[in-house]
Every structure is written in C-alpha cells, then in structure tokens.
C-alpha cells in the first residue's frame, strides 16, 4: 500500500513539471500587465492585441494554409506512395524503398533544413512561401506513407482478388475495395501532416527567406527579444488547436482500431504513432 | 501481373518523384557543399579545418557531452514515470496525458522558460522568499540542460512505456516466488527486459538534443553550442555553407554511430 503511494505521488509529481510550464504561459496571457512575473489582474487585452495585429494574423493565416495545402498534398503523394510500396513484391526492392522512405522521419531538422536550401538555392528558387510549402510537402509525406502501409498490410489480399473475380477493373478495386479500407490511415496521416506543419520550426527557419514567416519562426524571432505577451495569448490559442486535433486524431484511431485488435495492443500502437512526428 | 504492376507504378511516379529530388538529392548535394570553399572550388580544407583546429573537436565533444547528459536525465526521470503508468488500470488516460505536451509547439514551450527562469521571473521570485535570489538561471548551462530534458520526456517515456507493458507478468511473478526482493526484481529482471525501450528512448533524445539550435539560442544564450547551432551558425549567420556541411556530415555519422550502438539486436516479431 505504501509502496502504491509512493508510486502515485511520483506520477503526480512528474505530471506537475510537464504541465506547469505550459500552463503558466497561459495563465499570463490573461495577465493585465505586461510581464510573465507578476499578475497584477485579469484582462483580455493581450488577445486583443493579437487579433489587432496585422502582421501576426496574416502570419498565422500563412502558417493554416501552408499546413493545409502541404498536407493535403503530401497525403495524395504518399497514398499512392504507400500502395506502390504495398504492391512491390521484390523484398529488396520494397527494403530500399522503405529505408528511404525512413531517413526524412530520422535525420535531424537542421539536416533537413540546410540540405533544402542548398536544393531550393542550386534549382534558383526564390525563398518564400513556394519553398516553405515545398519543403513541408516533402517531410511529410513519409508520415503519411507510414500511417497508411500498415492499414494496407493489415487488409486481407483475398479482398482484392474477390473484386477482381467478380469482374471489377483496377480503377474499381482502388476506389472500392483498398481506399476505402485505408481510409482511416488516410486521414490519420492527414491530420498528422498538419501539425507537423504546424510545429515545424527548424526545417521552416532554414528555407523561409526574408519576406515570408509562419508562426513558429515569428516566435522565435519575438522570443529573441524578450517577453511579449500576445505570444501567451497566441500560445494559449494554440493549446486549444492541439487539443482538439489530438482529440480528432484520437477519436479517428480508436474507432478504426476497436474491431482488430486487443485493448493492449492498441495503446501501445497508437502512442507509437502519435510521437512519430519529432 | 504484368499490366497491373505497371498501372502501380504508374501511381508511384510522384512519389518516386519526390524520394529522387527530397531525400537523395538533397543529402548528396550536401556531401558535395561539404567539399567546396566560400568561393565553390573543390577543396578538402574544410574537413582539414575541423579535424586540426581544437574548436570544432572541443565543440563536437561538448555538444555530445551535453546531449548525454540530457539523456541520462531524461532517463532518470522517465524511467520510474514509465514504470508507474504501466501498473496503472486506466492507463490509456494517462498516456494521452503524457503524449498531449508533445504536440505543443516546441518554441512556446521555450519561451515560457524564458519567463520563469528570467532575472525577475517566477523562479526567482521564489527564491528571493528562500533568500537566496536573485540568480542568474537564464543563459546558462544548467538552464539549456533543464529546458532540453524537459522537451524530451515524453519521447523517454513512451518507449519505456511500450517495452514494460510488453513484458510477460508471469517473468516477474516467477522472481518474486523465487524470492527475490522488489529491487532484486527490478534489477534483474525488469530492467534488462525492457532495455529494448530504453535503447529506443536514447535513440528518441539523444540524436534531436545534438541539434536543438533554438534552445542554445533562447535558454542557453549562446554559451552552449551544440553541433545544431554550429550549423545553423554557418548556414544563416556566417553563410560559409561547406562548413556548416561538414558539420551537418559529422552530425549524420553521429546519429548512424548512435543508432548502431542502441540497434534492437534481436529480431523484432512484428515487423513494423
């Protein structure tokens, strides 16, 4: 029973240091003074300010549609990815293709980003919004193709071969039979391209040229200089946006996940998938 | 088969596409700038330049001493937190719990150290109550190392978390039958068990610290310089890319001589 305590007050304890940071930030964006140190009371003009400032709204409308345009994007380009990798049938050819399909999701983001800008610089690309989008198309489409192999892989083959008996074309078995069945890996990886849009910083800085900015960048460049609190107010926004994606994100994993497979299992299958975004 | 195949590769133009032009493309570009001057002749000097000259060996050494640390932190505290969770019954709960500070942008996560560790921030409000304030906690060591551990818990976590609940209850109901002590137990057992998660853990942080550049940048104010930073140094501030991509070589063979060191060494059942 001790021992139960003991192990209750650790988690509440560590649970504590993960959060109080986050919320501590919130807490100031309702701040009535300018300083992340004392509260000096309650008011809503740092959301005020961040509404009314122009330059951080187009910003953040940048930051939306970048994310939207890429993943939508990316999850077109590794769908298909996902199903030419599912149809190969050489085992080698299928490793390569994998393992290069895995180096974006391990390398580093300042490889990532610097590698980009010696690619976008040798093509003559001007930096800006074109690069950005480009760049964030590409590292997320490995997301998408491994949200969406193990939906394939998972399906029974003998589907497809029943379609295809029953006189189906190979248009009719992928619009009927395998997208509709990897759907939930679809939108899975689609709504994990956009908030690794969305949270992108290192790859973003490197590629983002002078005129453009998205979120993160604009934070790191205000946060250069000191406190200001419609960051909190912003971050406080931002919070919400991540809680109701990752509650999108839940709900589409749980419900396709409930007739396959044990309890266990699933826990175990879905953290991995949530933290594969680094 | 024939037709068929053809029509998936059909499909998978784009997509080849884009693992010609994104994923080699770009990391043999960057072996070739790793070979070139400021003025884009072929040249060995700057692997010459890191190699001999102490800075950028010092640098190398610190940024993997640091990262290390950070590590063997994130360890310590992660380790006891994955165990708990494991043994609770709505763990699923929990887990989101501990999975929802991952998808907080990194930055805002930053920044508000910035405001509690600052010179009047919170933490030292608190101490000046203790009488031993006011620190200087920002811009040191000891803060990009508190920062850095705090954003890679989770990632410590998880794993961890995943190889406790994947070990057979019935290995550690046997030890206790034998006799063995809690300690015993854990030691013996659980721990080598589960060593799979932690390797994975320490793969999860140890590559992503060594090149935290904007936490050295916010936090440790420049007086830590990670292997990151040196890069993003030379890429955007100093623009003498070949360096920066011998350092972003040097990086690459990290992370491989960090992943051969923590590789899974037995075969995995599911593949994955």
Do not use: C
């Given at each position: 029973m001790k021992k139960h305590y003991l192990g209750t007050s650790y988690l509440v304890f560590v649970f504590i240091l993960m959060y109080a940071p986050i919320f501590y930030m919130i807490f100031f964006?309702?701040?009535?003074?300018?300083?992340?140190?004392?509260?000096?009371g309650f008011s809503l003009r740092h959301f005020g300010n961040m509404f009314s400032d122009r330059r951080l709204m187009s910003i953040l409308l940048n930051t939306f549609i970048i994310a939207f345009l890429s993943s939508l994007l990316a999850t077109l380009i590794g769908t298909f990815g996902a199903l030419g990798i599912y149809q190969t049938k050489q085992k080698g050819i299928k490793n390569i293709l994998l393992s290069l399909n895995n180096i974006l999701l391990v390398s580093p983001d300042v490889i990532i980003g610097a590698s980009f800008l010696i690619l976008f610089t040798m093509f003559g690309l001007t930096l800006g919004f074109g690069s950005v989008l480009l760049a964030h198309i590409a590292f997320s489409i490995p997301i998408v193709v491994l949200m969406v192999l193990p939906r394939l892989n998972e399906m029974n083959s003998a589907l497809i071969s029943a379609a295809q008996d029953l006189g189906a074309n190979w248009r009719q078995v992928l619009s009927r039979v395998i997208l509709p069945y990897a759907w939930p890996g679809i939108l899975a990886g689609f709504f994990m391209a956009i908030t690794y849009s969305l949270d992108d910083f290192a790859v973003t800085f490197f590629v983002t040229g002078n005129g453009f900015s998205t979120l993160s960048v604009e934070i790191y460049a205000r946060a250069r200089h000191g406190i200001d609190l419609s960051i909190n107010a912003l971050s406080a926004l931002m919070f919400m946006v991540s809680l109701i994606l990752v509650m999108i994100y839940y709900y589409i994993m749980t419900r396709s996940k409930k007739s396959t497979q044990t309890k266990r299992d699933k826990m175990i299958v879905e953290s991995k998938e949530m933290v594969v975004r680094r | 088969m024939t037709s068929k195949n053809k029509r998936t590769m059909g499909y998978m133009v784009p997509y080849v596409f884009w693992l010609v032009l994104f994923v080699i493309l770009p990391l043999v570009l960057m072996v070739f700038q790793s070979f070139q001057n400021l003025y884009h002749q072929p040249t060995m000097s700057n692997y010459v330049d890191f190699f001999k000259s102490g800075t950028y060996l010092r640098m190398t050494l610190n940024s993997i001493f640091y990262a290390a640390i950070v590590t063997l932190m994130t360890l310590l505290i992660s380790y006891p937190m994955a165990y708990v969770l494991s043994r609770l019954k709505n763990s699923q709960f929990w887990l989101l719990l501990v999975i929802l500070?991952?998808?907080?942008?990194l930055l805002l996560k930053a920044y508000a150290f910035i405001g509690l560790l600052s010179k009047e921030g919170s933490v030292n409000q608190f101490l000046g109550f203790m009488g031993?304030?006011?620190?200087?906690?920002?811009?040191t060591d000891t803060s990009f190392i508190l920062v850095a551990a705090y954003i890679e818990i989770p990632f410590m976590i998880l794993p961890i978390y995943n190889s406790l609940v994947e070990l057979d209850p019935s290995l550690t109901n046997a030890a206790k039958d034998l006799g063995a002590s809690a300690w015993q137990t854990l030691r013996q057992v659980i721990f080598p068990l589960t060593i799979g998660g932690v390797k994975s853990g320490v793969q999860a942080v140890f590559i992503p610290t060594l090149s935290l550049f904007m936490i050295t940048r916010l936090i440790g104010g420049n007086r830590v310089i990670t292997l990151g930073t040196a890069i993003e140094e030379h890429f955007?501030?100093?623009?003498n890319w070949g360096m920066g991509s011998t350092i972003g070589i040097v990086l690459v063979v990290a992370m491989a001589i960090t992943m051969y060191l923590t590789r899974d060494r037995k075969q995995k059942k599911r593949g994955e």
């Amino acid at each position: 029973m001790k021992k139960h305590y003991l192990g209750t007050s650790y988690l509440v304890f560590v649970f504590i240091l993960m959060y109080a940071p986050i919320f501590y930030m919130i807490f100031f964006a309702f701040n009535r003074g300018n300083y992340m140190t004392s509260f000096t009371g309650f008011s809503l003009r740092h959301f005020g300010n961040m509404f009314s400032d122009r330059r951080l709204m187009s910003i953040l409308l940048n930051t939306f549609i970048i994310a939207f345009l890429s993943s939508l994007l990316a999850t077109l380009i590794g769908t298909f990815g996902a199903l030419g990798i599912y149809q190969t049938k050489q085992k080698g050819i299928k490793n390569i293709l994998l393992s290069l399909n895995n180096i974006l999701l391990v390398s580093p983001d300042v490889i990532i980003g610097a590698s980009f800008l010696i690619l976008f610089t040798m093509f003559g690309l001007t930096l800006g919004f074109g690069s950005v989008l480009l760049a964030h198309i590409a590292f997320s489409i490995p997301i998408v193709v491994l949200m969406v192999l193990p939906r394939l892989n998972e399906m029974n083959s003998a589907l497809i071969s029943a379609a295809q008996d029953l006189g189906a074309n190979w248009r009719q078995v992928l619009s009927r039979v395998i997208l509709p069945y990897a759907w939930p890996g679809i939108l899975a990886g689609f709504f994990m391209a956009i908030t690794y849009s969305l949270d992108d910083f290192a790859v973003t800085f490197f590629v983002t040229g002078n005129g453009f900015s998205t979120l993160s960048v604009e934070i790191y460049a205000r946060a250069r200089h000191g406190i200001d609190l419609s960051i909190n107010a912003l971050s406080a926004l931002m919070f919400m946006v991540s809680l109701i994606l990752v509650m999108i994100y839940y709900y589409i994993m749980t419900r396709s996940k409930k007739s396959t497979q044990t309890k266990r299992d699933k826990m175990i299958v879905e953290s991995k998938e949530m933290v594969v975004r680094r | 088969m024939t037709s068929k195949n053809k029509r998936t590769m059909g499909y998978m133009v784009p997509y080849v596409f884009w693992l010609v032009l994104f994923v080699i493309l770009p990391l043999v570009l960057m072996v070739f700038q790793s070979f070139q001057n400021l003025y884009h002749q072929p040249t060995m000097s700057n692997y010459v330049d890191f190699f001999k000259s102490g800075t950028y060996l010092r640098m190398t050494l610190n940024s993997i001493f640091y990262a290390a640390i950070v590590t063997l932190m994130t360890l310590l505290i992660s380790y006891p937190m994955a165990y708990v969770l494991s043994r609770l019954k709505n763990s699923q709960f929990w887990l989101l719990l501990v999975i929802l500070p991952t998808w907080v942008n990194l930055l805002l996560k930053a920044y508000a150290f910035i405001g509690l560790l600052s010179k009047e921030g919170s933490v030292n409000q608190f101490l000046g109550f203790m009488g031993i304030a006011p620190q200087q906690l920002l811009f040191t060591d000891t803060s990009f190392i508190l920062v850095a551990a705090y954003i890679e818990i989770p990632f410590m976590i998880l794993p961890i978390y995943n190889s406790l609940v994947e070990l057979d209850p019935s290995l550690t109901n046997a030890a206790k039958d034998l006799g063995a002590s809690a300690w015993q137990t854990l030691r013996q057992v659980i721990f080598p068990l589960t060593i799979g998660g932690v390797k994975s853990g320490v793969q999860a942080v140890f590559i992503p610290t060594l090149s935290l550049f904007m936490i050295t940048r916010l936090i440790g104010g420049n007086r830590v310089i990670t292997l990151g930073t040196a890069i993003e140094e030379h890429f955007m501030v100093t623009q003498n890319w070949g360096m920066g991509s011998t350092i972003g070589i040097v990086l690459v063979v990290a992370m491989a001589i960090t992943m051969y060191l923590t590789r899974d060494r037995k075969q995995k059942k599911r593949g994955e």
